[in-house]
């Protein structure tokens, strides 16, 4: 299944593109498919599935999740950012 992520501060860095998608029907598949695809993410963002420490995620713009088994269904939106990526 096709997550839509947003992508801020250094993850956005790293990653190298604003937007893209992932696949995966919970966070740490969505997670190790971008550790997969963008693997300088994994420099400092996410390792073997799980946020590294100033890296957050935000579910469909109403909470922060960080749970690998945190369910994601089709049409979900994952915002994923740097702490200190306020504006």
């Known amino acids: 299944m096709s997550i839509t992520v947003e992508l801020f501060g250094i993850p956005r860095q790293r990653a190298g593109v604003a937007k893209t998608h992932a696949e995966g029907t919970r966070l740490d598949e969505v997670l190790n498919d971008l ?3 963008f693997p300088r993410l994994a420099e400092e963002c ?10 957050l995620a935000n579910l469909n713009g109403q909470k922060f ?10 049409g979900d939106s994952l915002l994923v950012l740097s702490a200190d990526a306020g504006g």
């Open 35 to 37: 550790e997969r695809r």
């Open 46 to 55: 996410i390792a073997r599935g799980l946020l590294q420490a100033g890296t």
């Open 65 to 74: 999740v960080s749970d690998p088994a945190t369910a994601l269904t089709s």
